[in-house]
């Protein structure tokens, strides 16, 4: 059984660097933030329609957790939340963020507002960061290209340098993100170079204070960005976290390289095009699983298992791969990338090329079953009623008709309690892993 898949690759673009437009943040630098559950924050001053807008909410205080951070008011954009996390030891555990991102859409409507549902026990600083990054080129596409990382630090000693380890992009145009939160109202000032700082923020409010400060870095190869050094310059040497999260460009819509497993990350930098109307994994959606739509990314393993023949991806959609005729049974996995809901769907697709279907040992009507009414029979094991050619096969076994009142088939056993007296002819079905089936009576 052959499956065709639609899964074209794109060479990968060159591109002019990405820009920073610039930060703000509620409260401003020194300010004492109010303890309102709710803050509404004003844009980047310039955006337009394609820029990058990376949002963080922080709080410096243990208080319901970070599903508790919401946006309220959306200021007219479509906001998916990237990154949660809270209490990640030591004295830490006063601090949490979410983060959120959206892409502009050009047309800035009404207020921005995040706010913290835990209302109350809500009475610690708070203060939202807003980022923005320019593409390239303004139809161009984000993505996060790497998943975002987070990490605690105890008060740093001597100089109060705190470092955050790199990441190495895989997009061929990245831009690198990193922020530090102390829990004190420190002044900060960066010490690598290569590096830009995006904004300090000091958030003065009483006795749980805090301050966030922030750094980019722009790529236009992939590569190692390398670790990143901040110094806290005032107020002592404090404790906190840091974080850190890349994203890419690409001419058209990418799978996003975190959500991608990595045995096919490699594939990753190349970006995938959607399932189009039409197509032949059109064709196959309601085989494969409901929720898996037009506009979806296919992301496919690189090889076939067992034999490891590298998949070439045809302009037709389908794969092929050389196999010096080779007959045997070769098999490869697809997961679905919906990008409306940045997020993979469950299911998954198990295609599978020179499959050979199961088939009956013995004769139609040569398996026969003697059962008392009303008393459990002995279970049954269904195995050697079929087999396969294909070696490794596991084989399930499914009842197509009703069985007698009273039996189940469970992982291959029937049994149970007849509780009808009488004759039933039943038609089994034996299941490959491919799909493939064979049934007899």
């Known amino acids: 059984m052959r499956w065709l898949l639609l899964a074209c690759l794109i060479a990968s673009p060159s591109y002019a660097a990405i820009t920073f437009r610039g930060s703000t943040a509620t409260p401003a630098d020194n300010t004492a933030g109010a303890t309102d559950v709710a803050k509404t924050i004003t844009p980047v001053v310039g955006m337009v329609a394609g820029d990058l807008i990376e949002l963080c909410a922080y709080i410096n205080g243990a208080t319901g957790t970070v599903d508790d951070f919401v946006i309220t008011a959306e200021g007219g954009q479509a906001w998916g939340a990237f990154s949660k996390h809270i209490a990640i030891g030591l004295d830490v555990d006063r601090g949490s963020f979410k983060c959120f991102a959206a892409t502009f859409n050009g047309t800035w409507v009404g207020s921005l507002t995040v706010s913290h549902n835990d209302v109350p026990n809500f009475n610690f600083a708070f203060s939202l960061v807003m980022k923005v990054a320019i593409p390239s080129s303004p139809t161009n596409v984000w993505a996060v290209d790497v998943t975002e990382a987070a990490v605690s630090y105890a008060a740093p000693g001597g100089s109060c340098d705190v470092s955050q380890t790199g990441q190495t992009s895989i997009g061929a145009s990245s831009i690198t993100f990193v922020d530090w939160l102390s829990l004190d109202d420190n002044s900060w000032t960066l010490q690598t170079g ?96 409901p929720d898996i739509a037009v506009g979806d990314i296919p992301i496919c393993d690189l090889v076939t298992s067992p034999s490891g023949y590298a998949l070439t991806i045809g302009a037709d959609g389908n794969f092929s791969y050389a196999a010096s005729n080779d007959p045997s049974k070769q098999t490869w996995n697809c997961t679905f990338y919906d990008l409306s809901a940045t997020a993979t769907h469950a299911s998954d697709l198990d295609a599978a ?89």
């Open 353 to 441: 090329n020179n499959n050979s279907n199961p088939f009956a040992r013995g004769e139609e009507h040569s398996v026969r079953y003697y059962l008392a009414e009303d008393v459990p029979m002995t279970p049954v094991t269904l195995e050697d009623l079929c087999d396969d050619q294909d070696v490794g096969e596991t084989i399930s076994y499914t009842s197509v008709d009703p069985l007698p009142t009273g039996l189940t088939i469970v992982d291959g056993v029937l049994s149970g309690t007849p509780t009808t007296a009488g004759s039933t002819v039943v038609t089994f079905r034996c299941t490959d892993d491919a799909g493939a089936s064979t049934d007899f009576d």
């Open 194 to 289: 290569g590096w830009t700082t995006t904004g300090s923020y000091r958030n003065t409010y009483g006795s749980d204070d805090m301050s966030i400060a922030g750094a980019y870095k722009v790529q236009s190869s992939p590569g190692a960005t390398g670790t990143v050094v901040n110094r806290q310059t005032a107020n002592g040497c404090d404790a906190g976290w840091t974080r850190i999260a890349t994203w890419s460009e690409t001419s058209s819509a990418p799978g996003v390289c975190s959500s991608i497993p990595s045995g096919k990350q490699a594939l990753c930098p190349s970006g995938y095009t959607s399932i189009a109307s039409g197509s032949v994994i059109d064709t196959l959606n309601a085989s494969i699983s």
